[in-house]
């Protein structure tokens, strides 16, 4: 009797939660993807896992957890439509873990000084990224460029959260650094 006392308050609070964040989660993935539809989609996946997270232990702040897996999904989605990429490799030259910003940048109208600053802006964050300590940089592709939390990459890493946060300071001060003449150069 207990155990369905515990499974009803538990379903109780999912539809109150569900209910109270729904509208505010959907316009915010709304504000991320391109439809409706797709936006929907996302929404229900992010409902359908944390009703089974909900259902193997208590989730301190539904709220955050809702709109940190929501942005996880999103970044998912972009991934999965974004093109295939043949790889540098096989054009003679190296792959980084940035060239799929040239992607994200790219326009298929873009002016060709466009096209050279885009290059440019992507060499220069290239090579000043390769300029940091092996262990700022990975932790910088996996925090920005992965999506992944601190929180799960102190978990993969056994890394205390606070070095990994110092970690990520240091990485985006020296990116700045390195990077300044060239904002200067731009911005003037």
Known sequence: MT?????????????????RERRRLLDFIRQRVNSDEDAEDILQDVFGQFIATVREG?????ASWLYR???NRI???????RPERIPRAASGSEETPFDYFEEAL???E???????LRTRVMDEFNEALSTLPDEQRELFIKQEIE?????EIAEESGVPLNTLLSRKRYAVLGLRARLQDLYDEFFG
Not at 3 to 19: K, Y
Not at 110 to 116: C, E, G, L, S, T
């Open 147 to 151: 999506g992944q939390s601190f929180k």
């Open 58 to 62: 208590p989730i301190d702040s539904a």
């Open 106 to 108: 790219a326009d298929p």
């Open 75 to 81: 970044v998912d989605f972009y991934r999965k439509k």
């Open 69 to 71: 897996v929501a942005s």
């Open 110 to 116: 873009a002016r060709p000084d466009d096209k050279f």
């Open 3 to 19: 155990n369905a006392l515990a499974i009803e308050r538990q379903n109780t609070e999912i539809s109150q939660t569900v209910r």
